[in-house]
Structure formats: structure tokens, C-alpha cells
Antibody, heavy 117, light 106 residues
Framework: EVQLVESGGDLVQPGGSLRLSCAASGFSVTNYYMTWVRQAPGKGLEWVSIIYTGDNTFYADSVRGRFSISRDNSENTLYLQMNSLRPEDTAVYYC???????????WGQGTLVTVSS | IQLTQSPSSLSASVGDRVTITCRASQGINNFLAWYQQKPGKAPVLLIYAASILQSGVPPRFSGSRSGTDFTLTISSLQPEDFAGYYCQQLQSYPLTFGGGTKVEIK
């Protein structure tokens, strides 16, 4: 059974950093494109970043240069390093697995990041 | 690519037919998905490739496409369908979502 479990969300001050983790089970993150999507409180979904199996990465304009996606194949875990955090980065962050047909069937439960002084 | 989803909310009764529309700002072929999201939960994939029903999703859900207009239809609304619905385009980066539709009980 595919399972994704996010962790690392916390309250952080503006300008601070945080690293989110997404522990995967039931499949290898090495073999799938993995993505992060976020949702600000009471708002809609926003795509954040994706990492390909070949380690190519793409980012939303709103986070490019501040966020970095990576994975640890030995830990079977996806990461999102978030630097220079802003209040508008406050959101629940979800990781998701892209199926080979290009669509996102499996999602984690989300982890809350709050950026506030 | 921008996705304009409408309406942003609607009130309906159990048994009603509900239609939600998502308009893309440019051609995205059939690279569109629909999700259902309940409060405090992750999105659930309903439809992919514009019209293919994800395995396990009730057949009262259907999707269609006409050019750059995409439609999600719930043929007979059930109590468990009161939720938020989002479209997503997967044609090009950045991947984008529609603004969402909240389906509420009338």
C-alpha cells in the first residue's frame, strides 16, 4: 500500500528556514516524479515544486530561489528545504506521487507551516 | 496557464445534478484532472485526462471537454459529495489549479 507521511511543519519567524519531509512507503521515490502542493488557510491549492526521477526540478515562481526540493533514496524520503520564509508561505504542505500516467493519485495528509512573528 | 473555475460556490440538494466548469487560458489538450477535497483532508483524484474516471470513484461523477472548457458533472448529488472541487492542468509548468468550487447543502 502506498503511503506518504509529511512532517516538519512548525511556527517560524519571517526570514527563517524550515525543512519538510515526506516519508514514502509501498514504493520507491527513486522511480516516480514527486511533487509538493500547498494550501493557505481557507484558500485553494497551489503547486509548489516537482522533482523528476532524473533529478530535474521545477518550481513555482513564488518560491523559486528560496525553496529546494530533493530526495534521499536510501531513506525513501522527499524533502522541501524552505528558506527566507514569508508570511504568505503559511499553508498546509502536501507531498504527492505522480503516477506513470502523469496524474496524482497518492497524497500525504499534509503538514502545517506557519510564518509569523 | 490560468484555469478559471466556476462557480466558486453553489448550493444544491441531494439528488440534484451539479455541473462545475473549468476554462483554460490556452490549449491544454486533455491534460486536466478533477479533485474532491473535504475539510482537513488531502485532495482525492476523481477524473484524469479530462474524462477518465479514477478507479473506485462512483460513476455519478463524469468529466468532459469542449475545446478549452472542461466540465465536471455529478449526476445525482449524494450527502458525501458536499465538499470542495478543484481542476488542475498538467500540460505545462507551472502546474496550476482552478480556484475551487464549494458545494454546499441547500
Amino acid at each position: 500500500e502506498v503511503q506518504l507521511v509529511e512532517s516538519g511543519g512548525d511556527l517560524v519567524q519571517p526570514g527563517g528556514s524550515l525543512r519538510l519531509s515526506c516519508a514514502a512507503s509501498g514504493f520507491s521515490v527513486t522511480n516516480y516524479y514527486m511533487t509538493w502542493v500547498r494550501q493557505a488557510p481557507g484558500k485553494g491549492l497551489e503547486w509548489v515544486s516537482i522533482i523528476y526521477t532524473g533529478d530535474n526540478t521545477f518550481y513555482a515562481d513564488s518560491v523559486r530561489g528560496r525553496f529546494s526540493i530533493s530526495r534521499d533514496n536510501s531513506e525513501n524520503t522527499l524533502y522541501l528545504q524552505m528558506n527566507s520564509l514569508r508570511p504568505e508561505d503559511t499553508a498546509v504542505y502536501y507531498c504527492a506521487k505522480r503516477e506513470h500516467n502523469g496524474y496524482y493519485l497518492s497524497w500525504g495528509q499534509g503538514t502545517l507551516v506557519t510564518v509569523s512573528s | 496557464i490560468q484555469l478559471t473555475q466556476s462557480p466558486s460556490s453553489l448550493s444544491a440538494s441531494v439528488g440534484d445534478r451539479v455541473t462545475i466548469t473549468c476554462r483554460a487560458s490556452q490549449g491544454i489538450n486533455n491534460f486536466l484532472a478533477w479533485y474532491q477535497q473535504k475539510p482537513g483532508k488531502a485532495p482525492v483524484l476523481l477524473i484524469y485526462a479530462a474524462s477518465i474516471l479514477q478507479s473506485g470513484v462512483p460513476p455519478r461523477f463524469s468529466g468532459s471537454r469542449s475545446g478549452t472548457d472542461f466540465t465536471l458533472t455529478i449526476s445525482s448529488l449524494q450527502p458525501e459529495d458536499f465538499a470542495g472541487y478543484y481542476c488542475q492542468q498538467l500540460q505545462s509548468y507551472p502546474l496550476t489549479f482552478g480556484g475551487g468550487t464549494k458545494v454546499e447543502i441547500k
